[in-house]
């Protein structure tokens, strides 16, 4: 039997797909099908059943002008391909140093010509670390060991965030992405200029440190919008810039102040 996901339908097929371990989808996209390929996993099945449903990722429908959207950490491209149909007049730069994930991000972004990739990742200093592969998915390869890694590792190329968008000429991000298992907050860190003027930020964090430190980074600019906490140091957060939060929205009507004196 097809196995189906929510946007996607896919077979998990016995032939061999250059890889033995990728099946072959479609996507529904804004001019027709788009062929999609993913591990084949429970866990990437469900990643991108979470992100073509905009679970993960959930639509903010009053917010326009979106140009610019920095997709780091982008893997096989489900993110990707979600967002550039989201934002079909928005330029898409994809962020993957993950040899196994970024060989399929770059399939999956083909027929999308308002999405970039480039073969590397994101960091708040240029620097060659190892990334230790997922146990269960590359969406769980992570430059920091854990009991979700295993002890096999290749070497990624991580480059200094600010110094990339520089060179790039990106004087302003609309939309933020960032799943990189464990280095967002040194991310978001090196993004600091241009933190303030993002509208919508989609952030996940791995441990109840880094989602303080994330609060903490967005507090003055953003306002909590969304989220799903799965466990106590995992969660996923979408940040929405706070001069765009409708005056009628649940953050006014709702809010409860206790003044004490």
């Known amino acids: 039997m097809p196995r189906k996901v929510r946007g996607i ?61 920095l997709d780091i950490g982008a893997n096989v491209g489900a993110a990707a391909v979600y967002l550039a149909t ?13 040899s196994d994930a970024l060989s399929l991000l770059k399939k999956n972004v083909a027929p999308l010509r308002n999405v970039t990739v480039f073969p590397f990742g994101l960091y708040f200093h240029d620097a060659v670390l190892s990334l ?21 590792s290749e070497p990624i190329r991580l480059v200094d965030a600010s110094r990339i968008l520089y060179e790039l000429g990106i004087q302003k ?22 933190l303030p003027d993002v509208k919508v930020l989609y952030v996940e964090y791995h441990s109840e440190r880094d989602r303080r430190r994330i609060d903490d980074l967005l507090a003055e600019t953003h306002v909590l919008w969304r989220g799903q906490i799965k466990f106590a140091y995992r969660g996923e957060f979408c940040y929405l810039k706070r001069d765009l939060v409708p005056d009628e929205s649940e953050i006014h009507t709702c809010e409860i102040l206790l003044n004490v004196e």
């Open 132 to 152: 230790f592969h997922g146990k269960n998915d590359s969406v769980e390869s992570s430059v920091c060991a854990s009991t979700r890694t295993e002890y096999e």
């Open 9 to 69: 339908e896919g077979t998990m097929s016995k032939e061999e797909i250059k890889r033995p371990d990728v099946a072959e989808a479609t996507l529904q996209g804004p001019n027709g099908m788009i062929p999609f390929q993913l591990f084949k996993t429970d866990v990437c099945f469900q990643v991108a059943n979470d992100i073509f449903a905009g679970t993960t990722y959930p639509n903010v429908p009053f917010v326009s002008g979106v140009k610019t959207v």
């Open 173 to 194: 991000v609309d939309v933020l992405k960032i799943d990189t298992e464990g280095c967002e907050v040194p991310i978001l860190q090196s993004l600091s200029k241009w």
């Open 86 to 98: 989201s934002y079909p007049d928005a330029r898409i730069y994809a962020f993957e140093p993950g």
